[in-house]
């Protein structure tokens, strides 16, 4: 299994989401804060909006927390929103393609903080464009095997749009185009088929796989950008194998 998947299914066997909900509710509340600003508060008529209040709901924030950061977006709550969208590119030990999506306040401030991250964990910032072609924005939904029926999954999702369904380790992972995900997902939850994750995001076209000493730094590296408050997602095409993993996580 490689990139983010990997990392997706790592923190939850760590229990590291449940750990930082704090830390997600903010990143979470950004994200529906900044798409209110750009898009309007109608989540009918703003997808990003509508992704990004689904994604809070699945995380259990109470709808208070969810219409404040609308408001705020829209202009009526306290402090209005300055926060800029930035991605960052560069590459990570072993010359892992990294893609950092930021939203901050503080352009100077967040772009020392990621370089200092980079460097400190075996890996150098780079210019824009540098690893942005490896990558490519879908959806993904992830199921965990012992729970769904694969050949009834497969059979579905296909028919609503989907343009893959790909079997990694103990998982399955629906693959979308971005203007399918919504359709899919709907599919999906009106049959009633309970799903890990979903989301849209950069998917890796190409993978680098990472022996075990870049592979611990690697993961540090993650970790490392993840727990910064400006970075709302990190994507990467690593690949580790479930040896060294096991091994790592001893």
């Given at each position: 299994?490689?990139?983010?998947?990997?990392?997706?299914?790592?923190?939850?066997?760590?229990?590291?989401?449940?750990?930082?909900?704090?830390?997600?509710?903010?990143k979470?509340?950004?994200?529906i804060?900044?798409?209110?600003?750009?898009?309007?508060?109608?989540?009918?008529?703003?997808?990003?909006?509508?992704?990004?209040?689904?994604?809070?709901k699945?995380?259990n924030?109470?709808?208070?927390?969810?219409?404040?950061?609308?408001?705020?977006?829209?202009?009526?709550?306290?402090g209005?929103?300055?926060?800029?969208?930035?991605?960052?590119?560069?590459?990570g030990?072993?010359?892992?393609?990294?893609?950092?999506?930021?939203?901050?306040?503080?352009?100077?401030?967040?772009?020392?903080?990621?370089?200092?991250?980079?460097?400190k964990?075996?890996?150098?910032?780079?210019?824009?464009?540098?690893?942005?072609?490896?990558?490519?924005?879908?959806?993904?939904?992830?199921?965990?095997?012992?729970?769904?029926?694969?050949?009834?999954?497969?059979?579905?999702?296909?028919?609503?749009g989907?343009?893959?369904?790909?079997e990694?380790?103990?998982?399955?992972?629906v693959?979308?185009?971005?203007?399918?995900y919504?359709?899919?997902?709907?599919?999906?939850?009106?049959k009633?088929?309970?799903?890990?994750?979903?989301?849209?995001?950069?998917?890796?076209?190409?993978s680098?796989?990472?022996?075990?000493?870049?592979?611990?730094?690697?993961?540090?590296?993650?970790?490392?950008?993840?727990?910064?408050?400006?970075?709302?997602?990190?994507?990467?095409?690593?690949?580790?194998?479930?040896?060294?993993?096991?091994?790592?996580?001893?």
């Open positions: 299994m490689s990139g983010h998947s990997k990392w997706s299914t790592i923190k939850r066997k760590k229990g590291a989401i449940d750990a930082k909900r704090g830390k997600i509710f903010t979470l509340i950004k994200e804060t900044l798409a209110a600003r750009l898009g309007g508060g109608d989540a009918e008529a703003n997808s990003r909006l509508r992704q990004a209040i689904m994604a809070a699945e995380e924030m109470p709808k208070d927390n969810i219409d404040r950061a609308i408001k705020k977006g829209i202009g009526g709550g306290e209005g929103s300055s926060y800029e969208e930035i991605t960052y590119e560069g590459y030990p072993g010359g892992v393609a990294v893609l950092v999506e930021v939203m901050t306040d503080n352009k100077n401030r967040t772009v020392a903080e990621i370089r200092h991250i980079f460097s964990s075996g890996g150098n910032l780079g210019e824009n464009g540098c690893v942005a072609w490896i990558f490519e924005k879908k959806g993904s939904i992830i199921f965990d095997k012992k729970a769904v029926d694969e050949d009834e999954l497969m059979e579905l999702v296909l028919d609503a989907a343009e893959d369904v790909r990694e380790d103990d998982e399955l992972q693959i979308t185009d971005p203007g399918s919504e359709k899919v997902r709907k599919v999906i939850s009106d009633g088929l309970k799903y890990v994750t979903a989301s849209i995001g950069m998917v890796p076209q190409n680098v796989k990472l022996e075990a000493g870049k592979a611990e730094q690697m993961l540090k590296m993650m970790e490392r950008l993840e727990d910064n408050d400006d970075v709302q997602n990190v994507w990467a095409n690593f690949d580790i194998s479930d040896e060294i993993m096991e091994k790592l996580s001893l």
